[in-house]
């Protein structure tokens, strides 16, 4: 959502970078330039004003002209002052002391409430919840199946004693959800109100008694982040006739430009708390001011890749594929295919990827990534008998074939594959012996502090003298070492050296191998101990 802002702000750091001192002529510009980007992002104008007069502010003071890198130092105001018109900090749900917590969910219809009253539902199960959906959204169509169907998904049990479609009594709905919370041990219920395609009388009076009835925890509002400044219009209607606690934005993965996010919080004054970033029920987590801001200056997210994986991952998994990276065993395709659907299971490889730093300047790389191609590999290597996946030496000509015709794809697929993972094979080998070529400061590299390379031996050295290319000089060096071994025998008198075997130095080989003599060990210089 945030590409083009992103893009922009990081068009505009990368100008001031080199300059050693920054001038007000400088600042200005920039700030001319954020302020541009700002506005295209669709941010509400009264936003746009005091974020750049923050920003310039605090660029003239001496936290920039008395700074080794000014350039580094005014990305840095920038980035803090993206955090405090986010929120600043991370808002929390206010639990009850007394079970259960009530949340009441209000916005427009379209905005995505039902849905995200599934996704609230299942991250709070997650956290060791009992959560209850309750479906008080008794007018729009099937507003109460969809509720169902999407509690099915989540796992999630759903209090919906009316039919909907028109049918029922909202307000009674949502009295009746907390009693029957508190008698099945349900801690948190959450109340999936009414929307409608614009801000009306009847719908906020008809929210403002669901409020009254059952004095909820929290209230949340509900707003597409995609429907730019006229979120803002909306965010205050609801707040002024009904009120509520905090925001949830919806379809933050979306390619609007993202100005309600920036804009809601400094208007309202009503921190984000929950940001859906998809369709799937697990695309939904707290918003974090700090991280978004990171995500928006293309600092990447590293915080929330890592908290994924933490929750995606079991822990039996994790020290499985540990020990066997850790093991002697040489690492075969049947872990590649293990660790690969291990990633598969953190979303889109574009996704993951979009949370590391600088990765906004590799956009259309990541983008052009297709899963598919994952798919298609794991298709390949299913498509392998055990021992060809333990051993993909064993894969000759016929065999890639037969793989080929089985997963539906190229022999060439099949050659590239196993090409690839040779050299995965060769690299997890070197790693595990301690360190990887060409990488400095691993052990067993050269120019590392590891393990160091024998020094080289003169052709004069040890070895002795090399053998000359001339015949009549080679030949008289043939006849020195001759003599020279004739006076080691004489010096060593009547005492003979101890016999060898046949084949390693003395003797006469068996029969069928040739039947010639060894060379004595004598022939050889061999280095002194």
């Keep these: 959502m945030f590409e083009t802002l992103s893009d922009r702000l990081t068009s505009v750091f990368s100008?001031?970078?080199?300059?050693?001192?920054?001038?007000?002529?400088?600042?200005?510009?920039?700030?001319?330039?954020?302020?541009?980007?700002?506005?295209?992002?669709?941010?509400?104008?009264?936003?746009v004003r005091s974020f750049i007069g923050q920003v310039k502010e605090r660029a003239r003071g001496e936290e920039v002209s008395k700074a080794l890198n000014p350039a580094q130092q005014v990305i840095k105001i920038v980035n803090e002052e993206l955090i405090q018109i986010l929120g600043g900090e991370t808002r929390e749900i206010r639990f009850a002391k007394t079970p259960p917590t009530v949340i009441m969910l209000a916005g427009l219809q379209g905005s995505g409430k039902t849905t995200l009253a599934g996704k609230l539902a299942r991250w709070l199960a997650a956290e060791r919840n009992t959560p209850l959906l309750v479906a008080a959204d008794l007018q729009r169509p099937n507003a109460v199946t969809q509720l169902q169907?999407?509690?099915?998904?989540?796992?999630?049990?759903?209090?919906?004693?009316?039919?909907?479609?028109?049918?029922?009594?909202?307000?009674?709905?949502?009295?009746?959800?907390?009693?029957?919370?508190?008698?099945?041990?349900?801690?948190?219920?959450?109340?999936?109100?009414?929307?409608?395609?614009?801000?009306?009388?009847?719908?906020?009076?008809?929210?403002?008694?669901?409020?009254?009835?059952?004095?909820?925890?929290?209230?949340?509002?509900?707003?597409?982040?995609?429907?730019?400044?006229?979120?803002?219009?909306?965010?205050?209607?609801?707040?002024?006739?009904?009120?509520?606690?905090?925001?949830?934005?919806?379809?933050?993965?979306?390619d609007a430009r993202g100005g309600a996010a920036l804009s809601i919080r400094h208007i309202t004054g009503r921190p984000i708390m929950f940001a859906s970033t998809g369709e799937k029920l697990e695309d939904f987590d707290l918003f974090h001011p700090d991280r978004m801001a990171s995500r928006i200056l293309d600092m990447g997210d590293v915080l929330t890749l890592i908290e994924q994986a933490q929750r995606t991952f079991d822990e039996s998994e994790v020290e499985k594929m540990a020990s066997t990276l850790a093991s002697d065993d040489d690492f075969t395709l049947d872990d590649f295919l293990e660790q690969m659907s291990m990633v598969r299971k953190l979303g889109p490889i574009s996704n993951?990827?979009?949370?590391?730093?600088?990765?906004?300047?590799?956009?259309?790389?990541?983008?052009?990534?297709?899963?598919?191609?994952?798919?298609?590999?794991?298709?390949?290597?299913?498509?392998?008998?055990?021992?060809?996946?333990?051993?993909?030496?064993?894969?000759?000509?016929?065999?890639?074939?037969?793989?080929?015709?089985?997963?539906?794809?190229?022999v060439s697929d099949v050659n590239g594959l196993v090409t690839r993972f040779f050299e995965a094979q060769k690299?997890?080998?070197?790693?595990?012996?301690?360190?990887?070529?060409?990488?400095?400061?691993?052990?067993?590299?050269?120019?590392?502090?590891?393990?160091?390379?024998?020094?080289?031996?003169?052709?004069?050295?040890?070895?002795?003298k090399q053998r000359s290319g001339n015949p009549l000089k080679a030949k008289q060096q043939e006849a020195e070492k001759a003599a020279e071994r004739q006076r080691r025998r004489e010096e060593g008198g009547d005492q003979q050296a101890p016999q060898l075997p046949p084949g390693l130095g003395g003797g006469q080989l068996p029969p069928g191998l040739g039947g010639q003599k060894m060379p004595d060990l004598s022939d050889f210089k061999l280095p002194k101990q």
């Design 149 to 254: 169907v999407v509690g099915e998904r989540a796992q999630v049990p759903v209090f919906a004693p009316q039919p909907g479609n028109g049918v029922g009594d909202p307000i009674q709905v949502a009295r009746d959800s907390v009693e029957h919370a508190r008698r099945n041990n349900h801690n948190v219920v959450i109340i999936d109100t009414a929307g409608r395609l614009g801000v009306d009388t009847e719908m906020m009076r008809q929210a403002a008694d669901i409020r009254d009835a059952v004095s909820p925890d929290e209230i949340l509002f509900v707003v597409d982040a995609m429907i730019g400044q006229d979120a803002v219009n909306t965010a205050q209607a609801f707040l002024d006739g009904v009120g509520y606690d905090a925001v949830a934005l919806t379809k933050l993965d979306g």
């Design 427 to 464: 690299m997890m080998r070197q790693m595990k012996k301690g360190g990887m070529p060409g990488m400095p400061g691993m052990p067993g590299m050269p120019g590392a502090g590891g393990r160091k390379k024998p020094k080289a031996q003169s052709k004069k050295g040890k070895k002795g």
């Design 352 to 410: 993951l990827l979009g949370m590391m730093p600088g990765m906004g300047q590799m956009r259309d790389q990541v983008s052009n990534i297709d899963d598919k191609d994952l798919d298609r590999i794991a298709a390949i290597i299913r498509s392998m008998t055990p021992a060809e996946r333990q051993n993909p030496k064993l894969i000759n000509g016929s065999r890639r074939l037969r793989i080929a015709n089985g997963s539906g794809t190229q």
């Design 15 to 47: 100008s001031l970078r080199g300059k050693g001192r920054l001038s007000e002529e400088d600042i200005n510009a920039t700030a001319r330039e954020i302020r541009l980007a700002l506005l295209e992002a669709d941010v509400a104008l009264p936003v």
